[in-house]
């Protein structure tokens, strides 16, 4: 495992683009983007900013082998940057017609925040024919690592996910149906 750099920028939005690509089910991702218009266009603009912010206020961590990818994030201040991250992000992904909805959205996941100090796993990827390889597992697994002593909370989607990390150690805390998909809030403090 190796920590990234914004050298690594394409590297790692190209393994979350390809991750996500065709996944249509309900879930955070496909509720965000908007619709219309070119899909991986609209899909690596939001994998982009991900990892943008990522590199400003978190860590992003690439597999070895560069077919997986995970990126932590803590708790973002506001910033002219972050700023312009998040026009970008509003205009060219979002859409004026999905504002409203991505704000309630938003102020659920926030909602279960944890009240301390926490680190939040916002994602991770592996390119979708290296998957079952273990090539995940072992990247969550070195890259918790970083952060003994330190709450770590993901949101997932899919029971699948959910599974993954309770097998990693997380703890599911709450999950919910609000949305047009499932959100299973988890955490795990990492010794």
């Excluded at 690439?62 to 991250?85: A, V």
């Excluded at 998040?86 to 909602?111: A, D, H, T, W």
């Excluded at 990827?125 to 273990?134: L, R, T």
């Excluded at 899919?158 to 599911?172: A, D, L, V």
Aim: aromatic share 14%.
């Amino acid at each position: 495992m190796k920590k990234a750099t914004s050298q690594d920028r394409e590297i790692a939005v190209d393994i979350l683009c390809r991750a996500f690509i065709n996944i249509m089910v309900p879930n955070s991702i496909n509720y965000v983007i908007k619709k219309s218009g070119n899909r991986y266009k609209t899909l690596k603009i939001l994998m982009e900013y991900q990892f943008d912010l990522s590199l400003l206020y978190g860590s992003i961590f690439l597999s070895d082998d560069n077919n997986g990818c995970i990126l932590y994030l803590d708790q973002p201040k506001f910033s002219p940057k972050r700023f312009i991250l998040e026009l970008k992000l509003l205009f060219c992904c979002i859409g004026f017609e999905n504002i409203f909805k991505v704000l309630k959205r938003e102020k659920l996941l926030k909602s279960f925040h944890p009240e301390e100090k926490f680190i939040h796993l916002w994602l991770m990827a592996v390119c979708p024919d290296e998957q079952g390889k273990g090539i995940g597992t072992k990247l969550l697994q070195e890259s918790l690592a970083m952060y003994r002593g330190e709450l770590i909370y993901v949101e997932t989607t899919t029971p699948e996910n959910r599974t993954f990390y309770s097998q990693n150690g997380f703890k599911i805390f709450h999950e919910t149906f609000e949305l047009d998909y499932p959100l299973y809030f988890l955490n795990k403090t990492e010794h």
